[in-house]
């Protein structure tokens, strides 16, 4: 059984094409966690199918997949982000990776504004040299987990925010096997700062490093 978590924060505009795809591709669980205050959740709500979290505090990407996870039933948890509706990638397709593999996550051949290739290289580049992360893209709001590994490495996180993914790859990578599938990726308009964002990661990263 698929288990899919969409963490999803202020994503009214986005949240209901991304279950309208989920919903033909038949998985057989789909988890959206809301902690936002726009009309996310209300839209969620009306799609019978959907098991809708909601939670008045902020949870961030990490605490929101920490809340789905702990309400999911299946074997097999793949987590999306909220734009993955426009993405052309389908959910089978990495998770038939799963139990070959204790982990797959999606590496995106495709980017296509300067500002994207910059930032994501400049930031692969600071988890090879901080963390020993020798992945082409940590960064990818798709990734599948065997349940056991993720329940693992989900009660030795510490990671809320921008740094979610790569502490946990961090800690799986020399414990569990991990599957980097290429996936084809459209860019959207992204909200991050290239300065004030950057600084952010890095200070994560080197927080990661230390173990704190």
């Known amino acids: 059984m698929i288990s899919v978590i969409v963490p999803a924060y202020n994503e009214e505009k986005q949240i209901g094409k991304t279950i309208e795809k989920l919903l033909k591709e038949k998985v057989e669980e789909i988890i959206v966690v809301v902690d936002g205050n726009d009309k996310t959740g209300e839209i969620a709500k009306k799609y019978k199918k959907v098991k809708v979290l909601t939670f008045k505090h902020r949870l961030g990407k990490g605490g929101a997949i920490k809340e789905g996870f702990k309400a999911s039933k299946g074997?097999?948890?793949?987590?999306?982000?909220?734009?993955?509706?426009?993405q052309k990638?389908?959910?089978?397709?990495?998770?038939?990776?799963?139990?070959?593999?204790?982990?797959?996550?999606?590496?995106?051949?495709?980017?296509?504004?300067?500002?994207?290739?910059?930032?994501?290289?400049?930031?692969?580049?600071?988890?090879?040299?901080?963390?020993?992360?020798?992945?082409?893209?940590?960064?990818c709001g798709f990734k599948a987990f065997k349940r056991e590994a993720l329940?693992?490495?989900?009660?030795?996180?510490?990671?809320?925010?921008?740094?979610?993914?790569?502490?946990?790859?961090?800690?799986?990578?020399?414990?569990?096997?991990?599957?980097?599938?290429?996936?084809?990726?459209?860019?959207?308009?992204?909200?991050?700062n290239p300065v004030k964002d950057s600084l952010k990661m890095f200070l994560e990263l080197l927080r990661i490093k230390a173990g704190k």
Do not use: C
């Open 89 to 139: 990638a389908s959910i089978r397709s990495l998770a038939k990776w799963i139990p070959k593999y204790d982990i797959a996550i999606g590496s995106r051949r495709k980017r296509k504004t300067i500002k994207r290739k910059i930032l994501s290289w400049g930031f692969n580049l600071l988890t090879k040299i901080l963390l020993g992360l020798n992945l082409r893209d940590t960064q």
């Open 75 to 86: 074997d097999v948890i793949v987590f999306v982000d909220a734009d993955y509706w426009h």
């Open 151 to 192: 329940k693992d490495l989900l009660s030795k996180m510490k990671t809320r925010g921008y740094a979610f993914d790569v502490e946990l790859l961090y800690l799986a990578k020399n414990k569990y096997k991990i599957k980097e599938v290429p996936v084809e990726w459209e860019d959207i308009n992204t909200k991050i």
